[in-house]
Each structure stands twice: as structure tokens, then as C-alpha cells.
């Protein structure tokens, strides 16, 4: 079985441009997360959905920050305008939905803003 | 609200060396308790859990048991191997929708 597919695996942008990151998740899984790792912060989620439905966004950034879920296959994080303190490995994760269950996650995004 | 607190690293070993990574945390209710390995550039893959106080779980050699009355979940091993040297996260989940809470991440390297 595939696992989570994420899709640039490296990206480097200039700072204002529009970035589009993009998730598969597991056939069959539920829930989808998005996380962002850096070393100042750490693994911080930012959104998660369940059945294509945000759940919560608190770890949002802010309004530059934005998160989509169309269909059970397809998500994307999309940061418009970019800036250079968005650089950091951003982490797509998926999972069952049931209580407490397994997250799988992706092999991440490295994003750069110049 | 949740949190994790994780002992930081770098922590450094010698191969064969006895490995143990506190880890301890705050929640309401009856927490799901997690480690989590990151091996160099990939994603983070669910190493152990324990879902009940006093359950231990167990995964290639490592063991945490679920510590209630201390809030504590620490991850050991007996013998450390070069190939575990990865970043190791504790993490726990309560409540709905499996929101998980991670610790800072503790990075381990083993060296020959």
C-alpha cells in the first residue's frame, strides 16, 4: 500500500509568492492533518479535517495561511503571500478516524522563502 | 490544556548502552500515550502506545509503561544500535478526532 504522498518534496520560493503544498492520504483514512516542524517550535499541528470537514484550525497561523480538503483523496495548504519565517518542513498526516488510532504521516515538504 | 514534556537532547550513546527518554505530561482525563520515531529525513512513524494506566507498550526492543500516578511515559531500551539513532517523540491524545499533543522531540544518536 502507498502510504501518505506529499507533493513538492522541496520547494524554494522568494519571499510574496504563492505557495501550494499538496497531500494524498491513506485510501480509506478519515482524518487528515497538516503540521509544521521547526527547530525554534517544534511539531505544531495547524488544521486537521475529518471526513473532508476542518475540525480545527487554531494552529493556523494566520489569514496568509489557508487549508483545503475537496475530496477524500486531496488536500492543500496553500501560503499566499509567503515569507521567509514560513521556511520549515511541513507534514501531511492521515488516519483511520477512529479513537486513538495510528497517525501516518508523510515524508514532509522542506519549504524556503528566500 | 494537554501538554509534553520531554527530557532534551542531543543524547548520545554507545552502541549496546542502556537508553532511557523521560517523558511526562499533563492532561485532563484518561489520556492515550504515544512515542513516535523520526528517522532521518522522513516522517514521524508511531514506534509504541499505551492506551490505560499501567499498560506498557512494547516495539523493536523499546518498552514505555503508562505511569499514572507519576504522569509519566519513559522510553527505554537495553541495548541501543547505531540504526536507532532518530529524533523520538512522546505525544499523547485525549478526547475526540485524535488531536495529538507531541513533546519537543528528544534526538538520539548512537555512535559505534
Known amino acids: ?114 | 490544556g494537554n501538554s509534553v514534556t520531554q527530557m532534551e537532547g542531543p543524547v548520545t550513546l554507545s552502541e549496546e548502552a542502556f537508553l532511557t527518554i523521560n517523558c511526562t505530561y499533563t492532561a485532563t482525563g484518561y489520556p492515550s500515550l504515544f512515542w513516535y520515531v523520526q528517522y532521518p529525513g522522513e516522517g514521524l512513524q508511531l514506534l509504541l502506545k499505551a492506551t490505560k494506566a499501567d499498560d506498557k507498550g512494547s516495539n523493536k526492543g523499546f518498552e514505555a509503561t503508562y505511569r499514572k500516578e507519576t504522569t509519566s511515559f519513559h522510553l527505554e531500551k537495553g541495548s541501543v544500535q547505531v540504526s536507532d539513532s532518530a529524533v523520538y517523540f512522546c505525544a499523547l491524545s485525549s478526547g475526540g478526532y485524535q488531536k495529538v499533543t507531541f513533546g519537543i522531540g528528544t534526538k538520539l544518536q548512537v555512535i559505534p
Open chain 1, 1 to 114: 500500500d502507498a502510504g501518505v504522498i506529499q507533493s513538492p518534496r522541496h520547494e524554494v520560493t522568494e519571499m510574496g509568492q504563492e505557495v501550494t503544498l499538496r497531500c494524498k492520504p491513506i485510501s480509506g483514512h478519515n482524518s487528515l492533518f497538516w503540521y509544521r516542524q521547526t527547530m525554534m517550535r517544534g511539531l505544531e499541528l495547524l488544521i486537521y479535517f475529518n471526513n473532508n470537514v476542518p475540525i480545527d484550525d487554531s494552529g493556523m497561523p494566520e489569514d496568509r495561511f489557508s487549508a483545503k480538503m475537496p475530496n477524500a483523496s486531496f488536500s492543500t495548504l496553500k501560503i499566499q503571500p509567503s515569507e521567509p519565517r514560513d521556511s520549515a518542513v511541513y507534514f501531511c498526516a492521515s488516519s483511520l478516524g477512529e479513537a486513538l488510532d495510528t497517525q501516518y504521516f508523510g515524508p514532509g515538504t522542506r519549504l524556503t522563502v528566500l
